[in-house]
C-alpha cells in the first residue's frame, strides 16, 4: 500500500501563491493516477485536480481551472499542486491521494490517502 505526505499549506493572503507537495513511499508510485482533493470545515471533500500515471493527462474542477496545476516527478515519487490566484474560498485541509479504480472525480475511486495539509487564504 502507497503511504503519502502531503506538506505545504499554510496562511496566504488572497491573490498569493502557494505549492503543496505529496511524498509518496512504494516503487510502484509511477503506475498510478494521483488526485488532490479539499475538505472545508462543514462540508464534504471535492475533487480538485488530479494526474493520470502517463504524466501527461490532467483533470481539474472548475474551480481550479486557470490558476492550478497538478504536475508529478517520479522520479523523486512526488506529486504537486501549484496554486496561483488563491481566493478565501480555497481554504480548506487539502489530501492527495492513490486513484485505484474508477472516475478520477470520485472520492471513492481512491485507495490511500495522507493525513492532510491546511491552507487558509485570508481576505
Known amino acids: 500500500q502507497v503511504q503519502l505526505v502531503e506538506s505545504g499549506g499554510e496562511l496566504v493572503q488572497a491573490g498569493g501563491s502557494l505549492r503543496l507537495s505529496c511524498a509518496a513511499s512504494g516503487r510502484t508510485f509511477s503506475t498510478f493516477t494521483m488526485g488532490w482533493f479539499r475538505q472545508a470545515p462543514g462540508k464534504e471533500r471535492e475533487f480538485v485536480a488530479a494526474l493520470h500515471e502517463n504524466g501527461r493527462t490532467t483533470y481539474y474542477a472548475d474551480s481550479a481551472k486557470g490558476r492550478f496545476t497538478i504536475s508529478r516527478d517520479n522520479a523523486k515519487n512526488t506529486v504537486d499542486l501549484q496554486m496561483n490566484s488563491l481566493k478565501p474560498e480555497d481554504t480548506a485541509v487539502y489530501y492527495c491521494?492513490?486513484?485505484?479504480?474508477?472516475?478520477?472525480?470520485?472520492?471513492?475511486?481512491?485507495?490511500?490517502w495522507g493525513q492532510g495539509t491546511q491552507v487558509t487564504v485570508s481576505s
Open positions: 491521494a492513490v486513484c485505484t479504480v474508477g472516475s478520477v472525480y470520485n472520492t471513492n475511486s481512491y485507495g490511500s
